[in-house]
């Protein structure tokens, strides 16, 4: 059942994609990623969130991270929501000239590129990215060195959200709420989104904690490295602040006692109760 909703829902969307024309994508932006590369053919898609140029370096999309199966067991080309988003980034991307920018780190430690791209179309220069997430083929993360454009993508990932469109049709891919321990727990290693009201924080020297409830054994948590917090004018302050405030933040689940997410900056995280009708993040 999941797997025909899933294909159901997706039809329409790869449509989009392959006129780009339900929801135009985002039109360069060289404000998170000011540092201009060179242009190239695209002349493979690996995956839903890799490439490869015409001079054979493979691009990471970073910033937009494609679904994958949770198993080992499963075949992530059969399975259809990461076989949906390799098919949105070829119908974006294949045999296309695309224009690389830079922000920070440029390689991963298996030697892709870390880049943004921006494809032409339609006579105007998109955001390669912004249009995977906005369309539901991918969540949008950060990585340290690499977070610059994660708030636009983050907005871009919310309107996806809200229109239900490709991983958000279903329940499968969802914002967990941080009450939800024991859901959270059976996600470990699994990247997800959390939402809820953070009770307390509390700083040691290496980490210093968002806590969502009373018992740090068994409530979810969030963790941010004391030393990034302290490069930041402010930041001690600023995560205290937290306390009362409804936040979101995304990474991969771990279990430290109870269920936790250790985010690599304050970009990764939102904070959801602010006068505004827009979330903001922490930065």
């Known amino acids: 059942m999941m797997a025909r909703g899933w294909r159901n829902a997706m039809v329409s ?127 949008a993360y950060a990585l340290p060195g690499n977070a610059a454009c994660v708030r636009e993508l983050m907005q871009a990932e919310d309107d996806a959200r809200s229109a239900r469109r490709g991983l958000w049709s279903s329940g499968t891919f969802r914002v967990f709420a941080a009450s939800d321990e024991d859901a959270l727990l059976r996600l470990v290693g699994r990247f997800v989104v959390v939402e809820g009201r953070v009770a307390s924080v509390t700083r040691t020297r290496r980490f210093t904690y968002l806590n969502f409830g009373s018992d740090w054994r068994e409530d979810f948590t969030v963790s941010l490295a004391t030393r990034i917090v302290d490069r930041v004018e402010g930041g001690a302050e600023r995560l205290t602040a937290l306390e009362g405030r409804t936040i979101r933040a995304r990474g991969w689940i771990e279990r430290r006692n109870g269920p936790a997410i250790e985010v690599g900056g304050f970009e990764e995280i939102e904070i959801l109760d602010v006068p505004s009708a827009a979330a903001s993040t922490l930065e």
Do not use: F
Not at 79 to 92: D, I, N
């Open 13 to 139: 969307g790869l449509a989009a994609a392959a006129c780009l024309g339900a929801h135009p994508p985002a039109s360069a932006s060289e404000s998170c990623a000011p540092d201009l590369g060179t242009m190239h053919e695209v002349t493979r898609v690996i995956d839903g969130e890799t490439v490869e140029l015409d001079d054979g370096r493979q691009v990471r999309l970073i910033g937009a991270m494609a679904p994958r199966p949770s198993s080992l067991t499963v075949d992530a080309d059969t399975w259809p929501p990461a076989r949906e988003a390799s098919r949105a980034a070829e119908a974006l991307l294949l045999n296309r000239m695309v224009t690389l920018r830079y922000e920070g780190r440029r390689r991963d430690r298996y030697g892709r590129i870390l880049a943004q791209l921006y494809v032409k179309t339609g006579g105007t220069e998109a955001w390669v990215q912004h249009h995977l997430v906005g369309e539901g083929y991918a969540r």
